[in-house]
């Protein structure tokens, strides 16, 4: 391959690159503070107007409808647990912006490896499923260890175990310093005996022979002894839009977690103990995503059908119904619900 030298004809590319480097030197006419004429009309030139591409408003809303269905149809949306004894059913609210379910449930038959102790909890997580999470994975530890303490007490030692049992498990997640809090209620069925707790808004209804009996009372912001032990803690109570929340944030006045709020906000339950006798027919634990929309003699009657003299199939099929209905009349939230069938707990049984 030649090569062209000093007194050799350029070749035509060769012409071409000379003739740039001459065009790109400086020309001594020119001061180096005045931009040339090339430099001027790049620095003027504008951003092209942006290209507008049509949007297909059929084809946006198809989209924006398979992603929620994407979403809905995730396994991970519903939870179905059953058992001789009980069956569980959560389901995560419909039409809702966050994409993981806050509520979380227990159902241990044989306590610690206890075959004569059982516990039952629904757990609702709010700002998150941390503290909800945490409670259903921790509490029936915490719980185990309580009662084994007064193993052979009477209702008061035990509600006090069951006490502590909360407590321990505020006190532990407080450590984690995660956000978010959880309303919780518990079952603990033993000898004979059906101890309920609860803090927050989740509830438990026995069916008495048919008729529905509320063994708690939802902690809100809007009972006027929650206002009153508020108040006297320094802490204040408005209505927000219509809600009566704690420090204008929480509607619930006890839970576990709400390290912004535990001032208030405590994690002291509302404990009662009875007796399961013949006519205790089953037990209904659930959050309130289902008791904001059905009533608890209404509950009752929708269950019971399902659930007196029938399988485990129908006790699930009780919790899918009253999930269901619960929906049907608007209800967003999370749902979750658990029904036990108490008479395989009766110091009879």
Known sequence: ?????????????GLLRAQIREEASPSPKTSSAAPSAAAGSMLKRRR????????????AAAAAAAAVAAVESDPSNEVEEEGDEFAAYCRRGRGRRRV??????VAQVALGGDPQVALFAVFDGHGGKNAA???AQNMPKFMAEEVRKVDGGDSDEIEGAVKKCYLKTDEEFLKREESGGACCVTALLQKGGL?????????????RAGTAEALTSDHRASREDERERIENLGGFVVNNRGTWRVQGSLAVSRGIGDAHLKQWVVADPDTRTLLVDPQCEFLVLASDGLWDKVDNQEAIDIARPLCIGNDKASRMAACRRLVETAGSRGSTDDISVLIIQLQKFSGSS
């Open 133 to 135: 999470e945490f409670a």
């Open 1 to 13: 391959m030649s090569c062209s030298t000093a007194g050799s004809p350029l070749r035509p590319f």
């Open 48 to 59: 092209p107007a942006p290209l507008m591409v049509p949007v297909d408003g059929a084809a």
């Open 195 to 207: 101890t309920v707790s609860n803090t927050g808004d989740c509830r438990a209804v026995l069916s």
């Open 100 to 105: 993981e379910m806050e509520d979380r449930h």
